[in-house]
Structure formats: structure tokens, C-alpha cells
């Protein structure tokens, strides 16, 4: 069964940083681009970046330019994305996606819910 | 950046009803857009592909049209489990822009 399994909730201070992990199974991870997009409470879906776990290249959105890194370890078939500089508007829950079989985000994780607060 | 927009921004309806959401593109993206459905607490699930394609497992009640700048989502005949928030997505190139969602409650 194709899955991405987030890591758990994170409580965080102004000006840490969080770094989520997406463990990939039921494919091969190099295969796919994985897709991070971020959720605030009660608002809408918001596409943070990607990384090509092939040779580890990425696409970041210009609002999290400077501020997200997204990677890829092989070895455990492991997305990660790490968001710096938190402030309370990066409250949010974050997922992993990838385009799958179709052409666009069939297979989602879970979901992962920062908290940013002092 | 393309921008997506949707309409209504919420609607109202009842079980059995038709319902239709609206989504422009401030380009054309051809047919490089997407549908999902996205339940309270729960990752968004995909709908439609290639502005018409249902995904496998999706019931045929859903169906997609359109192309360029403008798509609607149509279902034929709202069940109770269809009551949930509707984005629109366009992947015809980076960044990957949602639209802003699109809320379907009973009336």
C-alpha cells in the first residue's frame, strides 16, 4: 500500500525552527516528487515547495523562500521539511504529497499541526 | 504566479440537490487543473485530474469540465458525505497555486 506517514505534533517558540519528516512506503521513493503544503486554522491550502528526491533539487514558493528547506535522504526513503524563523502565523498543520499515479497530489500524508507560541 | 479564484465561496444545499463551484485561472493552464474535497481534521483528497478525469475510487456523481481559464466541478447529486470544503488546484506551473476553497453545507 503507497502511504507517507508524517512525524508528530510540534509546539515551538517564536524563532525555532521545525523540521518535519515523511516516510515514504509502497514506492519507490526516488520515483516521485515530494510536495509540502501548509494549512492554517480554518484557512486554505497553501503550496510551500518540493524536493526531487532523485538528485535532491528543489522548488521552493516565494513567500517561504529563505526561510524552508525541503530534502530527501534515500537511505531511509525520507522527505523532510524544515521551516525557520517561526512566528505565530506559521501555526498551521503541514502536509507531504506526491503526484502518484495521476497528475496531480493523489497520495497525502497525514498531516502534521505546528504550534508556534510563546 | 497564476491565481485561482472560486465561487460561490460557500454555498448552501440540500441532499439530492446539483451543485456546481466555479473556478477561474488568471492564465490559461489548459487543462492542468485539479479538484479536491477536504473534511474537517483530514488531508484533502483528490477528486478530479485534467480538469476532467475522475480519480479512481471517486463516485461518478463527480465530474469536471473546462480548460484555458475556466472549470467547473459539478456534483450531480449531493450526499450526506459531501458536505465538505472544495479547492481547486493548477499544475501547470510552480508554484503549485490552490484556489481559495469553496464551502458546501446543508441547508
Known amino acids: 500500500e503507497v502511504q507517507l506517514v508524517q512525524s508528530g505534533a510540534e509546539v515551538k517558540k517564536p524563532g525555532a525552527t521545525v523540521k518535519i519528516s515523511c516516510k515514504v512506503s509502497?514506492?519507490?521513493?526516488?520515483?516521485?516528487?515530494m510536495h509540502w503544503v501548509q494549512q492554517a486554522p480554518g484557512k486554505g491550502l497553501e503550496w510551500m515547495g518540493l524536493v526531487d528526491p532523485e538528485d535532491g533539487e528543489t522548488i521552493y514558493a516565494e513567500k517561504f523562500q529563505g526561510r524552508v528547506t525541503i530534502t530527501a535522504d534515500t537511505s531511509t526513503d525520507t522527505a523532510y521539511m524544515e521551516l525557520s524563523s517561526l512566528r505565530s502565523e506559521d501555526t498551521a498543520v503541514y502536509y507531504c504529497?506526491?503526484?502518484?499515479?495521476?497528475?496531480?497530489?493523489?497520495?497525502w500524508g497525514q498531516g502534521t499541526m505546528v504550534t508556534v507560541s510563546s | 504566479d497564476i491565481q485561482l479564484t472560486q465561487s460561490p465561496s460557500f454555498l448552501s444545499a440540500s441532499v439530492g440537490d446539483r451543485v456546481t463551484i466555479t473556478c477561474r485561472a488568471s492564465q490559461g493552464i489548459s487543462s492542468y487543473l485539479a479538484w479536491y474535497q477536504q473534511k474537517p481534521g483530514k488531508a484533502p483528497k483528490l477528486l478530479i485530474y485534467?480538469?476532467?478525469t475522475l480519480q479512481s475510487g471517486v463516485p461518478s456523481r463527480f465530474s469536471g469540465s473546462g480548460s484555458g481559464t475556466e472549470f467547473t466541478l459539478t456534483i450531480s447529486s449531493l450526499q450526506p458525505e459531501d458536505f465538505a470544503t472544495y479547492y481547486c488546484?493548477?499544475?501547470?506551473?510552480?508554484?503549485?497555486?490552490f484556489g481559495p476553497g469553496t464551502k458546501v453545507d446543508i441547508k
Open positions: 485534467a480538469a476532467s
Open positions: 488546484q493548477q499544475l501547470n506551473s510552480y508554484p503549485r497555486g
Open positions: 509502497g514506492y519507490t521513493f526516488t520515483d516521485y516528487y
Open positions: 504529497a506526491t503526484v502518484f499515479e495521476s497528475g496531480a497530489f493523489d497520495i
